[in-house]
């Protein structure tokens, strides 16, 4: 009978060690997919924050919000997606244009900087950009896209863990084991759906997906193609404000000294 008991007791340890490492282990993984979740969320939202830097720059070298607004139409692209929040810091242009002979000409190039920035902060937030890893491994950086799909799949951990490994099923398993808890479990009440309460403190909260504000932003056309709609419109507005323009090339300058 000894060895019997010892055999029993053994096997008890066994099944409720696999419970443990099934029930927490499940835990921990969901746990640490939602902690790199919202680590990803603040870099995303850092991104969203370039990109309206890179609005308020290309907006200034505009001449103002009605230009920028004329230029996406002149270019064939929705305006909607380069609305900004108000307060936003402007971008400062990270590299100077090469020398031109007129002043329009630096104006064309100094607009053609910004455009490419902006492009460049889009193609960066929405679908990611390759880097190295220091490792020599290619990673692409955290972006929208894949802050989507990581959504849903922790979504679909959290329904499974939520579903499969409740906390009062555990509970119950454990105190099967010695009739007086059980007997005392059920004096309590946490029997089947009594046990809800505690199943539902416990689950995990699923991602809330259509809450989620990250706004999605077209690609922007390579400057080839747009670089006809580029000079057309710095033209006409060198011609309308060569003042405002002049004034704001010297700033521009400053600006990256």
């Not at 746990?31 to 990109?51: C, G, N, P, R």
């Not at 996406?72 to 990270?94: K, L, M, T």
């Not at 000079?231 to 600006?255: G, H, N, P, Q």
């Amino acid at each position: 009978m000894a060895d019997f008991k010892d055999l029993s007791d053994a096997l008890t340890d066994e099944v409720l060690s696999e419970m443990a490492d099934s029930f927490f282990g499940a835990r921990v993984d969901v746990d640490e997919a939602l902690e790199f979740f919202h680590e990803v969320s603040e870099q995303l939202h850092a991104k969203l924050y370039s990109i309206f830097r890179a609005c308020v720059l290309l907006e200034k070298i505009c001449l103002g919000r009605k230009e920028f607004d004329d230029f996406w139409i002149s270019a064939g692209i929705s305006r909607d997606h380069f609305h900004y929040p108000q307060g936003v810091e402007c971008a400062v242009p990270n590299e100077s244009p090469s020398f031109s002979f007129t002043s329009k000409g630096e104006y064309i190039k100094w607009f053609t900087i910004a455009y490419e920035l902006l492009s460049y902060r889009i193609t960066d937030y929405m679908h990611g950009i390759y880097r190295d890893d220091g490792n020599g491994r290619k990673v692409r950086t955290a972006n929208r896209e894949d802050f989507f799909s990581m959504a849903e799949e922790i979504n679909i951990k959290i329904e499974k863990v939520n579903r499969n490994v409740t906390a009062s099923d555990v509970l119950h398993f454990t105190k099967s084991l010695d009739p007086t808890e059980l007997q005392k479990e059920n004096i309590a009440g946490c029997v089947g759906p009594m046990c809800k309460a505690i199943d539902d403190e416990m689950a995990f909260k699923v991602i809330t997906i259509k809450d989620i504000e990250f706004p999605e932003f077209p690609d922007l056309p390579h400057k080839k193609e747009i670089s006809s709609y580029i000079s057309e419109f710095c033209s006409i507005t060198y011609s309308s404000e060569k003042d405002r323009v002049k004034a704001l090339l010297k700033e521009l300058k400053e600006s990256v000294k």
